[in-house]
């Protein structure tokens, strides 16, 4: 696991996606109201909308153009209408700077 700095902690503010590139793969990185970052693929499943233009609610990230709300957590639509996961990305927080593991996981859903 090899973690990319990808920007300035600072860059990264509570409950304001965040779009980040690695390699041409855009990430949304999302600091939630509790202080806790995550890293979300950024590509709606249902359409081809950025998901650092939707809305954070809680532990969620909802796409704005037709509402499917994702778990920061598991990468999983709550809400319908879309159905697949987007890919989760292991994150930390390092000497001010943001870190993500580039290899996706995609969680089982629960
Ligand atoms: S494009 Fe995201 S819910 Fe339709």
């Given at each position: 696991m090899?973690?990319?700095?990808?920007?300035p902690a600072e860059d990264v503010q509570v409950d304001t996606p965040h779009?980040?590139?690695i390699d041409g793969r855009p990430i949304a990185v999302v600091r939630d109201s509790a202080g806790q970052v995550f890293?979300?693929?950024d590509t709606c499943t249902h359409g081809d909308i950025s998901?650092?233009?939707?809305?954070?609610?809680?532990?969620?990230?909802?796409?704005?153009?037709?509402?499917?709300k994702f778990?920061?957590?598991?990468?999983?639509?709550?809400?319908l209408p879309a159905y697949e996961p987007v890919?989760?990305?292991?994150?930390?927080?390092e000497d001010g700077d943001i870190y993500i593991d580039p290899t996706p996981t995609f969680e089982e859903k629960n």
């Open positions: 090899t973690f990319v700095r990808v920007c779009r980040v590139e890293a979300i693929g998901l650092s233009e939707g809305f954070v609610e809680d532990d969620t990230l909802e796409c704005w153009a037709h509402g499917s778990s920061l957590r598991t990468g999983w639509p709550l809400t890919p989760v990305y292991g994150i930390k927080v």
